[in-house]
């Protein structure tokens, strides 16, 4: 169980396009997912925090019209990097928290973005 | 604010050898605390976890002890396989920021590979 995907699992772009990233949880409801970037050989980055039906929550000195994320049901978010540079080139990562109080983030298995 | 500081890698470690993998962390609230692993080209996994003082976690032969009063969490296994080579992230969860949204603030990771 509190299994987590993400599609698609590689994407290679040009330079100006948008990207769209899906976060499921396909086994339970998240009412709360997150997202991540990860640097090569360094940690996780908290980007933002999205909570089902609302706006999400932006870390300070991520770009909200750049990284637009959307939590339309409670088992899909979806991160679409906007006008997108090779400077955005990173892996992604999404998880999600049931609720009920639970605390605990279940994650997928990342998104590897290339821009070229 | 919280913060959670690992030792740094890479760490190179032969087959059966012991492993220690420190972690202290600095929080507002009383955090719940994690170890996450992360195998080449994955996500995070959740390892272990230990939700208040004393308490250990402990899973596939990898242990932890929540030590308050030293605020650490340091990750240790008696015996480490080829199988365990991967980033290991310490991470803590304050109820006390985020609200019941549960943010998750990570170590840097420390690399570790075991040779045969």
């Known amino acids: 169980g509190a299994v987590v995907s993400q599609h698609p699992s590689r994407v290679i772009c040009k330079s100006g396009t948008s990207v769209k990233i899906e976060c499921r949880s396909l086994?339970?409801?998240?009412?709360?997912m997150f997202w991540y970037r990860q640097f090569p050989k360094q940690s996780l980055m908290l980007m933002a925090t999205?909570?089902?039906?609302?706006?999400?929550?932006?870390e300070q000195g991520v770009e909200k019209d750049k990284f637009l994320i959307n939590h339309a049901s409670l088992t899909l978010s979806t991160l679409t990097v906007t006008s997108a540079h090779p400077e955005d080139s990173s892996f992604y990562i999404c998880?999600?928290?049931?609720?009920?109080?639970?605390?605990?983030?279940?994650f997928g298995p990342g998104t590897r973005l290339t821009v070229l | 604010g919280n913060s959670v500081t690992q030792m740094e890698g890479p760490v190179t470690l032969s087959e059966e050898a012991f492993l220690t993998i420190n972690c202290t962390y600095t929080?507002?609230?009383?955090?719940?605390l994690f170890w996450y692993v992360q195998y080449p080209g994955e996500g995070l996994q959740l390892l272990l976890k230990?939700?208040?003082?004393?308490d250990k976690g402990s899973n596939k032969g990898f242990e932890a002890t929540y030590r308050k009063e030293t605020t650490s969490f340091h990750l240790e296994k008696g015996s480490v396989q080829v199988s365990d080579s991967a980033v290991y992230f310490c991470?803590?969860?304050?109820?006390?920021?985020?609200?019941?949204?549960?943010?998750?603030?990570f170590g840097k990771g420390t690399l570790l590979t075991v040779n045969p």
């Open positions: 998880s999600a928290k049931p609720g009920g109080g639970a605390y605990e983030q279940f």
């Open positions: 086994d339970f409801q998240a009412t709360t």
């Open positions: 999205s909570n089902e039906g609302s706006k999400a929550t932006y």
């Open positions: 929080a507002t609230g009383y955090p719940s």
């Open positions: 230990a939700t208040k003082a004393d």
């Open positions: 991470a803590l969860s304050d109820p006390n920021s985020g609200g019941s949204n549960y943010k998750l603030t």
